[in-house]
């Protein structure tokens, strides 16, 4: 079983930043993907960005130029910096982890979510 432990949101003004992070442990044998969602209330949950083993990373086109997503693979932890925060940022961000486990048996993780509130 592959566990994700998420921290770093909380409230910030419109403009300001702030920087996820999203550790993975547990029955890992590769980690193939990680990833960021977000879900605001009354809306489906929606990719945010998402960074492969090779490093290839892929953006939300609402996000591109203000969000960097970037991993530390000795850590299994995952970044997501958030720059110029806007108000329709507002959701609950949910972190994303696929690869194999020990038993090689494919796995596909999320975390409990983080709430990001941009509000003045």
């Known amino acids: 079983q592959v566990q994700l432990v998420e921290s770093g949101g909380g409230l910030v003004q419109p403009g300001g930043s702030l920087r996820l992070s999203c550790k993975a442990s547990?029955?890992?044998?590769?980690?193939?993907?990680m990833g960021w969602y977000r879900q605001a209330p009354g809306n489906q949950r929606e990719l945010v960005a998402t960074i492969t083993y090779g490093g290839s990373t892929n953006y939300a086109d609402s996000v591109k130029e203000r969000f960097t997503i970037s991993r530390d693979s000795a850590r299994n932890t995952v970044y997501l910096k958030m720059n110029r925060l806007k108000p329709e940022d507002t959701a609950l961000y949910y972190c994303n982890v696929m690869g194999l486990d020990l038993s090689l048996h494919d796995y596909d993780s999320w975390g409990q979510g983080t709430q990001v509130t941009v509000s003045s």
């Open positions: 547990g029955s890992i044998f590769r980690i193939d993907a």
